[in-house]
């Protein structure tokens, strides 16, 4: 690796995006959004280093990281590597395409698909937290939460169930129970709880009979907490929430417009539950070796630790995404 960079690695030191970001917004930031800044930075400089890198060496050599992709047979069959990748002038022209395709795709007035999808994915794990935000699903979050494996384990089974079940009773909700969809002048809304509940009801159930099937141990443990996914406030929560946000205006970052939508929020949702319980469940079984106080053993100290989690957690509150 060294021997390939070369002289490249001294000269990051003069790289002009260190001093660029640093005169842009370093200056005039305090130090938590420069170091933000930063390493959104430096990971978009990486990722288009990759992608010009990759398309160099697949077209220029057939492989990729050094392992060979083309087959050999292709080769036989007369096939040649395009030599001119290899120069270092058609790693500008590839930056003119990614350019253009970047612009034409995602430098819109108004937010593209894949923005808006990526914001509501990261909103739903770090800022509409259902266990933080929400406090949605905390009878099996604090019953659960004593150690990493069964809090991983429960937070995975909720993050499958919500998966499956959002973007059907998001189809559910727009194909079906809003106004005027399946019968003319009549708004089937009213239904949508026995409807979301059913739908939550069914795909628990298959979901406990594979983890049964599958992990017996896990199955042990979780208890009678499997089942109860049905009931777990944080999945119906997410279902009436999607159906809160399906009539929101489609500039709202939040709004959930399509089943792609539904899909990004429930596995958001999922997996902002997941790493609530599993953090839980790490700092508990930290806490099983601390002196806390005798009356503070128990529900005590942990009402308090995830009263000070989510004060934690309300810090991406205020950060715009």
């Given at each position: 690796m060294s021997v390939a960079l070369s002289v490249y690695v001294?000269?990051?030191?003069?790289?002009?995006?260190?001093?660029?970001r640093l005169e842009a917004f370093a200056m005039m930031n305090k130090p938590w959004p420069s170091f933000l800044d930063g390493i959104g930075n430096g990971?978009?400089?990486?990722?288009?280093?990759?992608?010009?890198?990759?398309?160099?060496?697949?077209?220029?050599?057939?492989?990729?990281?050094?392992?060979?992709?083309?087959?050999?047979?292709?080769y036989d069959a007369g096939y040649l590597n395009n030599g001119m990748m290899t120069m270092p002038a058609m790693a500008l022209i590839l930056l003119g395409v990614v350019i253009w395709v970047h612009r034409a795709y995602f430098d819109k007035g108004k937010k593209s698909k894949m923005e808006h999808l990526i914001s509501l994915f990261f909103r739903s794990i770090?800022?509409?937290?259902?266990?933080?935000?929400?406090?949605?699903?905390?009878?099996?979050?604090?019953?659960?939460?004593?150690?990493?494996?069964?809090?991983?384990?429960?937070?995975?089974?909720?993050?499958?169930?919500?998966?499956?079940?959002l973007p059907i009773n998001y189809l559910l909700q727009t194909k079906v129970l809003g106004p005027d969809l399946l019968i003319e002048g009549a708004d089937l809304s009213y239904l949508s709880f026995i409807l979301f509940i059913a739908v939550i009801a069914g795909i628990t159930q298959l979901v406990e009979m594979a983890v049964e099937k599958y992990s017996p141990s896990l199955y042990a443990a979780l208890g009678i907490f499997l089942p109860l996914i049905a009931v777990n406030c944080a999945i119906m929560g997410a279902s009436l929430f999607m159906q809160q946000r399906v009539n929101m205006d489609a500039s709202n970052t939040q709004a959930i417009k399509s089943v792609a939508d539904s899909i990004v929020y429930a596995i958001g949702s999922g997996l902002g539950w997941t790493l609530a319980i599993t953090s839980m469940g790490a700092i508990r079984e930290k806490m099983q070796y601390s002196d806390v106080p005798k009356p503070l053993q128990g529900l005590g100290i942990t009402f308090i630790t995830v009263g000070l989690m989510a004060l934690a957690m309300m810090c991406f509150s205020g950060i715009k995404i």
């Open positions: 001294g000269l990051i030191i003069t790289n002009c995006i260190l001093m660029g990971l978009g400089y990486a990722l288009i280093l990759v992608i010009v890198g990759a398309f160099r060496e697949f077209f220029g050599r057939g492989s990729l990281l050094g392992f060979q992709i083309i087959p050999q047979g292709v770090f800022v509409d937290n259902m266990i933080f935000a929400f406090f949605l699903g905390m009878c099996s979050f604090l019953a659960v939460s004593k150690n990493v494996k069964t809090s991983l384990g429960l937070g995975l089974a909720v993050t499958f169930v919500l998966f499956v079940t």
